[in-house]
């Protein structure tokens, strides 16, 4: 097929899902109404619903008013029986497969994977689709990477791509698209994943459009190509293995016709993917919406003008609480307010809250995009300091606005007398001195941090330069059960048990060195 005639059929594919959320944005309340309906008869007919007394016939509120705001513990033991094989536990659908968050708190947990669960990430898929041709793209070669993780280490687990969630024709055409390796699909250990992955993409000079979801997959991806440049060359064609010559390649002349790349673009991915549109100059980031395991929220809407993704306001039943726990519709946020997610979608889990947080902006018809902050709750206490990933984020954007960001995390770690936050940074040790000293003058900003740090209870912020910190953070993720391309980016990490772990994950004990 030419590249002419997959874009008119992708066109002629998607195309109509892009038409009908435009019109629905005009007219939110009608739209989650009929959601409402949908989630209201599945879960009348089973054992959550009876419990909470819905009815088939309940509207928006009424229904929510039955159903309390859930977080995955409360519903884990309904999942595991509705996994297990029991019907109708919280949806009537049966579980066509299970999947796993990858949520950056901690470990993997299983989500059943329902007909109309699929059925909305497939026409997720299809609108992002849509949305890349409606915004200007115009295929020239067809040819398109999307992340592919290697097992993560379940027994249950395979490798895995982002085409096993469409549906219907979409789906060998994807994969007919797809560059993939040859040996894609057999058990690997990772570096021979990686090593195999970018022999496949260095030899694809027709590469056109890269989906990942995390920006730091691609640039763990890159940074193992320069690492790795002496052995890769050796199995590609001479005048491909003269490209890897540069200390820092030229990747627009190994990829000459790659013009999209979609990622995540917000939170705490908004550095990482600055720090790719830097070395792929020329290259559209398009961002990517908040998708979740647990279902999708938002997607982009580019090609009507929208600069925030916008909600999914038929296909999701969507409430938003503010700081005070009050929830609100999603045609009554408020511009510029911040706001947990809840979701619920026919076949999902009912009433779900996230854990993540978003800022209302311009509205698309009527309904407000929405900008994903990050997570919500992200913050550390070890003396009562109580930082926050957002005001860390904003500590670092002051920091960092002119110049390119360096894949970083901050960590809390317990000491004799209190406590102290290590910077782990991929930079030379002087660099991440500087950087950690400028970073330890902004968040003494914060008054409890300040107060934290006068009393002697935290201990200087402390740097670390770790080389290949994404490829490494990847492996001690993936340690956790999260697969490769679900890997999400995280600013801070919460909790000092698990920052020791990853500490020690680096083979390095004293902050000062070199991990």
Same mark, same amino acid.
């Given at each position: 097929m030419s590249?002419?005639?997959l874009?008119?059929?992708?066109r002629?594919?998607?195309?109509?899902?892009l038409?009908r959320?435009r019109r629905?944005?005009?007219?939110?309340?009608a739209?989650?109404?009929?959601?409402?309906q949908a989630?209201?008869?599945?879960?009348?007919?089973?054992?959550y619903?009876r419990?909470?007394g819905v009815s088939?016939?309940?509207?928006r509120?009424?229904?929510?008013?039955?159903l309390p705001?859930?977080?995955?513990?409360?519903?884990?033991?309904l999942?595991?029986?509705?996994?297990?094989?029991?019907?109708?536990v919280?949806t009537t659908h049966?579980?066509?497969r299970?999947?796993y968050?990858?949520?950056s708190?901690g470990?993997?947990?299983?989500?059943?994977?329902?007909a109309?669960?699929i059925?909305?990430?497939?026409?997720?898929?299809?609108?992002m689709f849509?949305d890349?041709?409606?915004?200007?793209?115009?295929l020239?070669t067809?040819r398109?990477f999307?992340?592919?993780?290697p097992?993560?280490g379940?027994?249950d687990?395979a490798t895995s791509?982002d085409?096993?969630?469409?549906?219907g024709l979409?789906?060998?055409?994807?994969?007919h698209?797809?560059v993939?390796?040859?040996d894609?699909?057999?058990?690997?250990?990772?570096e021979a994943?990686?090593?195999s992955?970018?022999?496949?993409l260095l030899?694809a000079r027709d590469?056109?459009?890269v989906?990942v979801w995390?920006p730091?997959?691609?640039?763990?991806?890159l940074?193992?190509?320069?690492?790795?440049?002496?052995?890769?060359?050796h199995?590609l064609?001479?005048?491909?293995?003269?490209?890897l010559?540069?200390a820092?390649?030229d990747?627009?002349?190994?990829w000459p016709?790659l013009?999209?790349l979609?990622?995540w673009?917000?939170?705490?991915a908004?550095r990482?993917?600055a720090?790719?549109a830097?070395?792929l100059p020329?290259?559209?980031?398009a961002p990517k919406g908040?998708l979740?395991t647990?279902?999708p929220?938002t997607?982009?809407l580019?090609?009507y003008?929208?600069?925030?993704?916008?909600?999914?306001v038929?296909?999701?039943?969507?409430?938003?609480?503010?700081?005070d726990?009050?929830?609100?519709p999603?045609?009554?946020l408020?511009?510029g307010?911040?706001?947990?997610?809840?979701?619920?979608?026919p076949?999902?889990?009912p009433?779900?809250r996230?854990g993540?947080?978003?800022?209302?902006?311009?509205?698309?018809?009527?309904?407000?995009?929405?900008?994903?902050?990050g997570?919500?709750?992200?913050?550390a /206490?070890?003396?009562?300091e109580? #930082?926050?990933a !957002?005001?860390? &984020? *904003? @500590?670092l954007?002051?920091?960092l606005?002119?110049?390119p960001?360096?894949?970083?995390?901050?960590v809390?770690?317990?000491t004799?007398?209190?406590?102290?936050y290590?910077l782990l940074?991929?930079a030379?040790?002087?660099e991440?001195?500087?950087?950690a000293?400028r970073?330890?003058?902004?968040?003494?900003?914060a008054?409890?941090?300040r107060?934290?740090?006068?009393l002697?209870?935290l201990e200087p912020?402390?740097a670390?330069?770790?080389?290949h910190?994404?490829a490494?953070l990847?492996?001690?993720?993936?340690?956790?059960g999260?697969?490769?391309? /679900?890997?999400?980016?995280?600013? #801070?990490?919460? !909790?000092?048990? &698990? *920052? @020791?772990?990853?500490?020690?994950?680096?083979?390095?004990?004293s902050p000062?060195?070199?991990?």
């Amino acid at each position: 097929m030419s590249a002419a005639a997959l874009e008119r059929t992708i066109r002629v594919l998607c195309g109509p899902d892009l038409a009908r959320l435009r019109r629905a944005l005009d007219a939110p309340e009608a739209a989650q109404a009929r959601v409402a309906q949908a989630v209201a008869r599945d879960l009348a007919r089973t054992e959550y619903g009876r419990r909470h007394g819905v009815s088939s016939t309940d509207g928006r509120q009424t229904l929510l008013d039955k159903l309390p705001v859930a977080q995955y513990e409360d519903l884990r033991p309904l999942v595991a029986r509705q996994i297990a094989g029991e019907r109708a536990v919280l949806t009537t659908h049966p579980v066509q497969r299970v999947e796993y968050t990858s949520g950056s708190s901690g470990a993997a947990k299983p989500v059943p994977m329902t007909a109309p669960l699929i059925a909305a990430f497939s026409r997720t898929a299809r609108l992002m689709f849509a949305d890349a041709l409606g915004a200007g793209l115009t295929l020239r070669t067809g040819r398109l990477f999307a992340s592919i993780s290697p097992p993560a280490g379940r027994p249950d687990d395979a490798t895995s791509d982002d085409t096993g969630y469409l549906t219907g024709l979409l789906r060998p055409i994807a994969r007919h698209i797809m560059v993939l390796p040859p040996d894609y699909g057999t058990a690997q250990t990772v570096e021979a994943f990686r090593d195999s992955l970018a022999l496949t993409l260095l030899s694809a000079r027709d590469l056109e459009v890269v989906s990942v979801w995390s920006p730091s997959y691609l640039l763990a991806l890159l940074d193992h190509i320069v690492r790795r440049r002496d052995a890769l060359a050796h199995a590609l064609d001479p005048d491909r293995a003269a490209l890897l010559a540069r200390a820092e390649p030229d990747w627009t002349a190994i990829w000459p016709f790659l013009s999209l790349l979609s990622c995540w673009t917000h939170g705490a991915a908004a550095r990482l993917a600055a720090a790719l549109a830097d070395r792929l100059p020329g290259v559209t980031i398009a961002p990517k919406g908040l998708l979740a395991t647990e279902g999708p929220v938002t997607v982009p809407l580019r090609a009507y003008g929208a600069v925030e993704p916008v909600p999914l306001v038929d296909t999701v039943l969507l409430e938003f609480l503010d700081d005070d726990g009050r929830s609100h519709p999603v045609h009554r946020l408020d511009a510029g307010g911040d706001y947990d997610v809840v979701t619920t979608i026919p076949g999902g889990l009912p009433r779900y809250r996230l854990g993540d947080r978003v800022r209302a902006c311009e509205r698309i018809g009527a309904t407000p995009s929405l900008v994903f902050l990050g997570r919500a709750g992200e913050v550390a /206490d070890l003396v009562g300091e109580k #930082l926050s990933a !957002d005001f860390l &984020r *904003a @500590a670092l954007d002051g920091i960092l606005a002119d110049v390119p960001s360096p894949p970083l995390v901050v960590v809390p770690v317990r000491t004799a007398n209190g406590g102290a936050y290590h910077l782990l940074v991929d930079a030379s040790p002087d660099e991440a001195t500087l950087l950690a000293d400028r970073l330890e003058g902004a968040l003494s900003a914060a008054v409890h941090y300040r107060a934290a740090r006068r009393l002697g209870q935290l201990e200087p912020l402390r740097a670390r330069s770790v080389p290949h910190l994404s490829a490494r953070l990847q492996r001690f993720h993936m340690g956790e059960g999260m697969r490769l391309g /679900d890997i999400k980016d995280q600013l #801070l990490v919460t !909790d000092p048990d &698990r *920052a @020791a772990a990853l500490i020690h994950s680096l083979g390095a004990t004293s902050p000062n060195d070199s991990a």
